[in-house]
């Protein structure tokens, strides 16, 4: 308990009581102020961006893993969590070397015009990277515990194949595809290390929140980096409460009372 | 009839499919080691055996001595009550423990400078002692823990809950004492998940970026972990020797991804004891 | 409709689900697929679905041949032995799942579809339940939902798996009695699985014994359990006592007793097994004229409205299990531990 504190109250507190103890006019100025503006917009519909794109091929992903055969299924599975495992400064410098216009992908991608890297773009690609297995893992089990008596049924009372996975097999899974999406959004929000580098880091343009408190900070300028902080942590906690409770739906849906 | 969809179907999710994690997966591990080995074996050793390069592993390597331990100790603890008691509070433990993943590392690290920088709470007290803690090693390892800190416990709650008390209670009717009960029975049940945890702890200890950058100064030499040592070296242009650092990192991810799957393999062995399901 | 199930063989990798199994099911029927675990029954049901694909041999419905045609294509309704019911809808919203995803052309008008949901919530006795969600639902609830939902298509064949599997006895009691009356009310031609041959034996009108991948024997109630054409048929549908004698002219000879053979007359002379059921044996108290089996009654299992006797033999140490009315047993006065004598009216003995 002792530990706990320590750990983790401690710093907590810290951060509320500078951020409270800035005034409020001054904390409401900082967090409206444009530049900020930008970065919370960017930070917001860069991660509603990626996790979106996750929730869509998360879901075909788990279902290819979990339904098809194919060679090579084991390594790929085991890969999906390469973004979980792999350190943030690595994959960030990975992608921004791949998607600079004289990357692997950049190149391919300026030949229609395109440019990635240093983008808001790069920062959706970055984003898209560290959210992957999420949407995966969360899908996968639900998908195959899926009891095939189900779709037989559908099929016996007429429905086609199509029909079979709009109208009851997607319906089963989407507390798992939701749980997912929300877990991706989340990380991404704070996510910094994968996206410092293919960002950057124009403010106004490609600036994310996590980087503007950053740069507060090395500029000394702590009431402005706590009253940034404060709010993406507000914006935080009720995504975890968000997620906490999709997750007691998801598990009361698929109870079979 | 086989209620599965068209094999041209089949064929052309699987593809899409795999393009997909192609091109988000492979394509940045490939760019590691690609880019780690373009100037040659040789450049690569240099690369690492750097004076500040050796002196980055060293710190990381002292951070995750420091934070692996201590969070393992606390994780087994925590799960370990959490799963076998009911008291007040026990929810808020819970959602406590998950906090360190819900916020941005950035922040993780803000709170540190705010809690011991020279303008933080205990700032003039520190200074008053003479002890330096943001802007140096106390203040790495510091924010470490507190970032590594879910890992142990995140992988052992789940199974401690699924495994019930029933065995624990067997071997108290036949007289082994508490600490007897934990060591021989609690612990060897969830070894393969703590092995995991222990794995992931590590793994993210050496690897944190965000909340150590805030932390460390970034004293060349002397407050740079590895990854703060690769984004230096790529800042200044240097990216085969920032590829060749990031890539033993990039090795440590796989090993990291080899060890998920040998435990899931293992404790699936082990007559269902409840793989650990996250990633 | 009726069904015809020709020559159907069927093997998972090296199991041999169905073996050669050929099958007539009338119009209007309600026939009993009765077997052991692992002989084929389920299986077969599936394959008359389309939900298995034979790997030789035809299906034929109405006199067509069906065998190729898909699921969707043989309007069957399918009840599900653990209902597979869809947890996100409700009652309703099952019910008329099969008449929403008509193809345009043929789908009725939203209107009709929920007066022909209501007349089958009615049908079966869920009024009120409309609204809830499967998970809301008892047992026997959710097994009134499938049947409804798999009727409410107007299939040509119900096909049930197990139906009443999963439930408690009582519950199970009420539903079968149920089914037989619906059937009687809607005439559509139907199969259910089983392996309680006394629910086969209540409900349906042929009963079709399976085992092993075979069909034993396929007739009505009374055939299958009056003239069972095997053991196994024998041995399935009830209590079997088993007497070893000899055969000699039509009579066979057990210990002291000679009892006619009931059945084919044709059974050689020899040594054979005699077979009877628990109410064909007589019972005394004292020593009957004729010859009969000296028994020492071991256990009285007097509740209900027959008495069951554990009775056994003194000259071969083996149990013979028999059944006598209540008022039988008054009147005999029998006693654990007392000395009663046993004759069996008739044997059955299989070639």
């Not at chain 2, 992931?200 to 690897?207: N, Q």
């Not at chain 2, 060890?259 to 899931?264: D, H, N, P, R, S």
Request: aromatic share 8%; hydrophobic share 50%; glycine share 8%.
């Amino acid at each position: 308990m002792l530990y706990l504190s320590l750990v983790v109250l401690l710093p907590l507190s810290a951060l509320f009581l500078r951020a409270t103890g800035s005034g409020w006019h001054q904390v409401w100025a900082t967090v409206t102020d444009p530049r900020v503006l930008a970065a919370y917009r960017l930070s917001f519909l860069a991660s509603l961006t990626g996790a979106l794109i996750n929730a869509v091929f998360g879901l075909l992903v788990a279902w290819v893993l979990v339904r098809y055969d194919f060679p090579g299924k084991p390594l790929v599975d085991g890969l999906v969590d390469l973004p979980f495992a792999l350190p943030t400064a690595v994959g960030g410098i990975a992608l921004t070397t791949a998607y600079a216009s004289n990357g692997w992908i950049g190149k391919a991608l300026a030949a229609v015009g395109i440019q990635a890297a240093f983008t808001p773009l790069g920062i959706v690609i970055a984003l898209t990277f560290i959210g992957l297995p999420f949407v995966v893992r969360t899908v996968q089990p639900v998908l195959q515990d899926l009891d095939a008596e189900l779709e037989e049924a559908a099929l016996t009372l007429g429905a086609s194949r199509a029909q079979t996975f709009f109208r009851v097999i997607l319906p089963t899974l989407a507390p798992a595809v939701l749980t997912g999406f929300a877990l991706a959004l989340a990380r991404a929000l704070g996510e910094y290390g994968s996206v410092v580098f293919i960002s950057g880091n124009m403010p106004m343009k490609t600036e994310i929140a996590p980087l503007l408190i950053m740069t507060k900070l090395e500029q000394f300028d702590y009431a402005g980096a706590t009253a940034i902080a404060a709010v993406m942590l507000a914006a935080s906690f009720l995504l975890l409460l968000a997620i906490n409770l999709l997750q007691g739906w998801a598990a009361g849906v698929g109870r079979r009372a | 009839m086989d209620r599965n969809e068209l094999p041209l179907l089949r064929w052309l999710l699987t593809t899409v499919a795999l393009g997909f994690l192609a091109l988000f997966l492979l394509v940045p591990l490939a760019v590691v080691f690609t880019q780690a080995l373009r100037g040659g074996v040789l450049t690569y050793l240099t690369a690492i055996r750097e004076p500040s390069a050796l002196s980055a592993i060293g710190l990381t390597l002292l951070t995750a001595a420091v934070a692996v331990p201590s969070n393992l100790a606390f994780g087994v603890a925590a799960s370990w009550a959490i799963a076998k008691f009911e008291f007040p509070g026990k929810h808020l433990l819970l959602t406590l423990i998950d906090l360190p993943f819900a916020i941005s590392p950035v922040i993780s690290g803000l709170m540190f400078v705010l809690l011991f920088g020279s303008h933080g709470l205990f700032g003039p007290w520190l200074a008053q002692h003479g002890v330096q803690v943001v802007f140096a090693v106390p203040g790495i390892v510091l924010a470490t823990i507190f970032v590594t800190f879910p890992f142990v416990a995140r992988e052992l709650v789940p199974l401690m809950q699924a495994q019930g008390l029933e065995e624990e209670e067997a071997a108290l009717a036949l007289g082994a004492g508490g600490w007897q009960t934990f060591w021989h029975v609690t612990l060897p049940n969830v070894r393969w998940g703590l092995l995991y945890g222990v794995v992931l702890c590590t793994a993210r200890a050496m690897g944190e970026f965000g909340a150590v950058s805030v932390v460390s100064g970034h004293i060349r030499g002397l407050t740079n972990t590895i990854p703060l040592h690769v984004e230096v070296l790529y800042n200044e242009y240097n990216f085969t020797a920032a590829f060749a650092v990031a890539s033993l990192l990039a090795l440590l991810a796989l090993i990291t991804l080899a060890a998920k799957k040998l435990v899931i393999w293992r404790s699936g062995r082990d007559a269902g004891a409840g793989a650990p399901t996250r990633g | 409709m009726s069904i015809e199930v020709r020559s159907i063989s069927k093997r998972f990798g090296s199991f041999a689900a169905l073996s050669d199994v050929s099958l007539e099911i009338p119009s209007g029927g309600l026939a009993a697929l009765l077997g052991p675990s692992g002989s084929g029954k389920t299986t077969l049901l599936r394959v008359i679905a389309g939900l298995e694909m034979p790997d030789s041999g035809a299906v034929l419905l109405d006199g067509t041949d069906a065998t190729v045609r898909s699921v969707r294509e043989r309007q069957v309704g399918f009840v599900f032995q653990h209902y597979a019911l869809f947890r996100h809808m409700n009652v309703f919203d099952n019910i008329a799942f099969g008449l929403r995803v008509r193809p345009r052309p043929e789908r009725l008008p939203e209107r009709e579809i929920r007066a022909r949901v209501k007349e089958l919530v009615h049908l079966v006795q869920l009024d009120g339940f409309a609204d809830r969600y499967p998970s809301q639902l008892s047992g026997g609830q959710r097994q009134r939902v499938a049947l409804a939902r798999a009727l409410a298509i107007e299939p040509k064949v119900l096909l049930l798996d197990e139906p009443f599997g999963a439930l408690d006895a009582k519950v199970r009691q009420e539903l079968r009695r149920w089914l037989r009356r619906l059937h009687d009310e809607l005439h559509v031609t139907s199969v259910f699985v089983t392996h309680d041959q006394e629910e086969a034996l209540e409900v349906a009108d042929r009963v079709v014994v399976m085992n092993e991948g075979r069909v034993e024997q396929a007739g009505t109630p009374e055939e299958v359990y009056e003239r069972p054409v095997n053991p196994f048929v024998y041995h399935f549908l009830g209590y079997v006592n088993l007497f070893r004698g000899r055969v000699k002219g039509g009579r066979m000879q057990i210990g002291g007793t000679e009892v006619e053979v009931q059945g084919c007359a044709d059974v050689p002379d020899g040594p054979a097994i005699g077979y009877a059921r628990p109410h064909d044996l007589e019972v005394e108290h004292q020593p009957p004229a004729g010859a009969a089996l000296q028994t020492e009654v071991r256990h009285v299992h007097a509740i209900g409205p027959v008495v069951r006797l554990e009775l056994l033999r003194c000259d071969t140490a083996e149990t013979i299990e028999a059944e006598i009315t209540k008022e039988d047993y008054r009147t005999l006065g029998l006693r654990t531990g007392e000395t009663a004598f046993v004759r069996p009216r008739c044997l059955r003995v299989f070639n």
